[in-house]
């Protein structure tokens, strides 16, 4: 187990070992405990009653953060013909076809989302093992392969982010900064629990969402009350 901190330590004492706060006790915590001096992300952890190894159990989708990320994403656009015009209008980072195509072919993938169009997938796809490994694949579940490029580019720059579970059953999201109000956090992490409740595989039975926390970048983490968020 890592040594934490002194000063990690100080702040971790003003977070109660084995109570859940509610939603707007837990954001507010969250700013008191961050220990950066940049303005660092509040992310959600949530762990799931789910067998991750199981296809059929996967959770994955998109959520409108009403307040934002508070971090400029990056959006590449790979499409053909007039869709190009399309995303430069909706002011895309990246714009291109075969030439993006073979740029992350070599490695660069300093971008935050990638949308594609249809038709170009076929070759998007040669790109699986790289954008695949770094979560960035585009994916019609996701809304980021679509011939709407104008909309998918002006929606993720306002706030939509994509969740999915990991190895271990685990959700894991930013949902802003430190610097945030603590009722836009407070909004932000409501509009990603109600969304992956909603998710919820109908294989699973029984309770769904195991634990909620949240946390500042290098701050303790805050176990969150969802009783009545999900009533």
């Known amino acids: 187990m890592a040594k934490r901190g002194k000063k990690y330590l100080e702040k971790a004492k003003l977070v109660e070992t084995g109570k859940k706060y509610s939603p707007e006790e837990a954001v507010s915590l969250v700013k008191q405990t961050s220990i950066t001096k940049f303005d660092g992300t509040v992310d959600l952890a949530i762990k799931l009653e789910i067998d991750p190894k199981r296809s ?6 998109t959520v409108n953060l009403p307040q934002g990320t ?25 714009v291109g076809s075969e030439d993006i195509i073979e740029k992350i072919s070599k490695g660069w993938t300093d971008f935050d989302v990638a949308i594609a169009t249809p038709d170009i997938m076929g070759a998007v796809g040669r790109l699986g093992k790289i954008l695949g490994q770094k979560g960035l694949m585009p994916n019609p579940k996701t ?8 909309k998918a580019v002006s929606e993720f720059k306002a706030g939509k982010i994509e969740y999915k ?50 946390s500042a970048t290098m701050g303790p983490a805050v176990h969150v009350d969802t009783s009545k968020i999900l009533a």
């Not at 059929?56 to 989708?61: A, C, I, K």
């Not at 990991?166 to 894991?172: A, E, N, P, R, S």
């Not at 990603?192 to 949240?214: D, Q, T």
């Open 56 to 61: 059929d159990q996967q959770v994955r989708g």
């Open 143 to 150: 809304g980021t392969v679509t011939f709407d490029v104008g």
């Open 165 to 214: 579970t990991d190895k271990t059953g685990v959700v894991h999201v930013p949902i802003g900064k430190v610097s945030f109000g603590a009722d836009k956090l407070d909004a932000n992490l409501k509009a990603v629990l109600e969304a992956v409740n909603k998710s919820k595989p109908s294989s699973v039975k029984g309770s769904f969402l195991k634990s909620v926390a949240v």
């Open 70 to 94: 508070g971090k400029k994403i990056k959006v590449v656009v790979i499409a053909k013909g007039e869709k190009i015009k399309e995303a430069e209008a909706a002011e895309a980072d990246f």
